[in-house]
């Protein structure tokens, strides 16, 4: 069982960043696909970014490309996700998740594991 912890969530003003960690225990980070995911009110969850377990790929969307970035440490067993030229509509609360799945996957229906989330707020 992989348990999932988000920090770095906070206020920030418009243009600003802020960097997100996930600390992962109870699995071997390197094993898993892992994503940030972000869900406004009424509205859907959604990928912001994923990352490979061995080879450090990351895929972004449109939304976020060349803005957000991904990166993880399995020595510390940790995943970053850097956000830089925040938006309002970057607004929301961002979720860890991890799978199994072989390949690359956006879909939040293929992350099993999934952290409590973590509340990001960018004022205007």
């Known amino acids: 069982q992989v348990q999932l912890v988000e920090s770095g969530g906070g206020l920030v003003q418009a243009g600003g960043s802020l960097k997100l960690s996930c600390t992962t225990s109870g699995g071997t980070l390197g094993r898993y696909l892992m994503g940030w995911f972000r869900q406004a009110p009424g509205k859907e969850r959604e990928s912001v970014a994923t990352i490979g377990g061995i080879g450090g790929w990351s895929s972004y969307p449109d939304s976020v490309k060349g803005r957000f970035t991904i990166s993880r440490d399995n020595a510390k067993n940790t995943v970053y996700l850097q956000m830089n030229s925040l938006k309002p509509e970057d607004t929301a609360v961002y979720y860890c998740?991890?799978?199994?799945?072989?390949?690359?996957?956006?879909?939040?229906?293929?992350?099993?594991?999934w952290g409590q989330g973590t509340q990001v707020t960018v004022s205007s």
């Open positions: 998740a991890a799978s199994t799945y072989l390949g690359t996957t956006s879909d939040p229906n293929q992350y099993r594991y």
